[in-house]
């Protein structure tokens, strides 16, 4: 579904190409590579449970991080869920304005004009409906071409109940030490479920991972740095199950929001 620029929700015309059949073929393709080192690549995905179009792409972000289909690609996601749906009989309860003002940053930088769901953007570059499977495939092949920087991260459960998360950078890229690069920390949930009682998906049990439950800035690396470390402490809700949780961090360009590094791990 498309937001207008007025705030009016219209629906819009999409080719949803998603089928587990296609994402079971490309795993059975790339099984043969299984020797080849894997790129990773950032995967956002803008949803919401108040969209009907949208369980489509969340199932396809899923069997993403489940399946790795994608050859040469890892896939690293994160879900991030807008509030511009509460409005419409069901508020979200993984939704923020944090993720809204994100796509909105996205939309200006992609020259898209309107923010929609489902949307994916690929390494901060490549924005598309998320549950166009050939489209994001491509992307996803298309982005572990471009050069990037190595990341290391760490995370552990501290006895306060906080994660310390700490991650290593090296080898970032010549073009882009000409900007202002962000070092971003997510932490997201896997394994959640919400039965959803109104709105376009009323009556419907749905599933999602990697929930981005906080998104952080870290640090920033400075324009001549080829290499560097950070870390930091970030709160835990007691919520949240821990041996669902996972730390992301990637390095982000504040001006272009490309993408030009991510690693994840377990918070153990």
């Not at 289909?69 to 923020?96: C, F, K, Q, T």
């Not at 200006?108 to 690929?122: C, E, F, H, I, N």
């Not at 109940?161 to 950078?169: D, F, H, I, L």
């Not at 952080?216 to 870390?231: L, P, W």
């Amino acid at each position: 579904m498309k937001r207008t620029g007025s705030g009016r929700l219209v629906a819009a015309t999409i080719t949803v190409a998603l089928c587990t059949g296609l994402v079971m073929l490309a795993a059975a393709d790339d099984r043969t590579q299984a020797g080849r080192a894997r790129v990773p690549v950032l995967a956002e995905l803008f949803t919401s449970e108040g969209c009907s179009s949208c369980p489509v792409a969340d199932d396809l972000l899923r069997r993403l991080i489940a399946e790795q289909p994608v050859e040469g690609v890892e896939v690293i996601a994160l879900s991030e869920h807008v509030d511009y749906w509460n409005r419409l009989g069901w508020r979200d309860p993984y939704s923020s304005a944090r993720f809204t003002q994100r796509q909105s940053e996205y939309a200006a930088a992609l020259g898209a004009g309107q923010s929609y769901t489902p949307q994916l953007v690929v390494d901060g570059r490549l924005g598309m409906v998320g549950s166009d499977w050939p489209q994001v495939r491509q992307s996803l092949v298309d982005a572990a071409r471009e050069p990037r920087a190595t990341l290391t991260v760490s995370a552990a459960q501290l006895s306060s109940g906080a994660a310390s998360v700490r991650t290593t950078m090296t080898g970032l890229p010549d073009f882009a030490r000409t900007g202002r690069i962000r070092v971003m920390v997510a932490i997201i949930e896997d394994n959640l479920v919400t039965e959803v009682t109104r709105g376009e998906n009323a009556r419907r049990r749905l599933r999602h991972d990697a929930v981005v439950r906080v998104l952080d800035t870290i640090g920033t690396v400075g324009k001549d740095a080829q290499a560097g470390e950070f870390a930091k402490e970030i709160e835990l809700d007691p919520a949240w199950t821990v041996k669902h949780l996972r730390a992301v961090v990637f390095l982000q360009d504040d001006r272009t929001r490309r993408v030009v590094g991510v690693a994840a791990t377990k918070i153990s």
